[in-house]
């Protein structure tokens, strides 16, 4: 997967504009590619959390599938885009994070995605840190045999090139 996003700060830190573009593919779902590009208003509330947002906005997804069939199209739509972010520190070296997303088709209601990745952070070193993450993915439209829902977890240990 490939992320770029934009962001620029609007009114008195409280509002970003955000412009971004995703392509990514995922053999399981039978996605060959899938790339979006759109745009999001978003606004920070201080709500107790050290970071928390709320964002809406639109974007235009194109996705092929790995084999095109009559049940397996490619799809070009508009979707909405709505989302919550948070991330809550407990100490210096510990945190979580959790981003879940909610993406209906703007032509079609039923048609959507709900993503989700709630993440608990281990701050080892500077450069280095150990994370278990937990990702819930629902897609009303899957491909022809493929499940609506999938539920990943992982240990990552990453580390930040400087």
């Excluded at 745009?39 to 970071?51: A, E, Q, T």
């Excluded at 049940?71 to 919550?84: C, E, G, S």
């Excluded at 281990?122 to 491909?143: A, D, G, Q, R, V």
């Amino acid at each position: 997967m490939v992320h770029l996003r934009y962001v620029h700060t609007l009114v008195d830190g409280l509002y970003d504009y955000e412009l971004f573009y995703q392509t990514e593919f995922n053999a399981f779902q039978n996605i060959r590619i899938r790339n979006l590009a759109g745009s999001n208003l978003r606004r920070k509330v201080d709500i107790g959390f050290d970071k928390f947002y709320l964002g809406t906005g639109i974007f235009y997804e194109y996705q092929k599938p790995d084999t095109r069939t009559e049940n397996n199209p490619i799809y070009q739509r508009m979707k909405l885009n709505t989302y919550l972010s948070f991330l809550k520190k407990f100490n210096a070296h510990v945190n979580v994070t959790y981003l879940g997303y909610y993406q209906p088709n703007i032509e079609e209601f039923s048609d959507y995605r709900v993503s989700q990745t709630l993440q608990l952070n281990n701050i080892l070193t500077e450069n280095l840190t150990l994370s278990i993450e937990l990702m819930h993915h629902y897609n009303s439209t899957p491909y022809e045999n493929i499940e609506k829902n999938d539920l990943r977890s992982t240990v990552n240990l990453r580390y930040k090139l400087r």
